[in-house]
Nanobody
Framework: QLQACGGGLVQAGGSLRLACEVSGRTDNLNALAWFRQGPGKAREYVASITWNGEGTYYSDSVKGRFTISKDNTENTVYLQMDRSKPEDTAVYSC?????????WGQGTQVTVSS
């Protein structure tokens, strides 16, 4: 199971850290990704990290501002959001890439005020 938390309200230019807590079996988990869906928008990919932590990937819209990382001891993946923009406002969800049954976690709301 995946549980996202850490959302809230932040002013533009501010920072917020999201966490995706992974519970249960992880031996089939290849990677974990963050997606977001803003009001009236389609869901979009934000960032991902391989489960061994060796590879990180970002969308162009967040590259240089967001950082994805993994705490191996707690099986938690973090998304550090810095220099936030109003267009970052969305529900952020984590997604476990675990073939053949990938897993969506519950989302957390992030609101960036201008």
């Amino acid at each position: 199971q995946l549980q996202a938390c850490g959302g809230g309200l932040v002013q533009a230019g501010g920072s917020l850290r999201l966490a995706c807590e992974v519970s249960g079996r992880t031996d089939n988990l290849n990677a974990l990704a963050w997606f977001r869906q803003g009001p009236g928008k389609a869901r979009e990919y934000v960032a991902s990290i391989t489960w061994n932590g060796e590879g990180t990937y970002y969308s162009d819209s967040v590259k240089g501002r967001f950082t994805i990382s993994k705490d191996n001891t707690e099986n938690t993946v973090y998304l550090q959001m810095d220099r936030s923009k109003p267009e970052d406002t969305a529900v952020y969800s984590c997604y476990g890439i675990s073939p053949p049954a990938n897993i969506w976690g519950q989302g957390t709301q992030v609101t960036v005020s201008s």
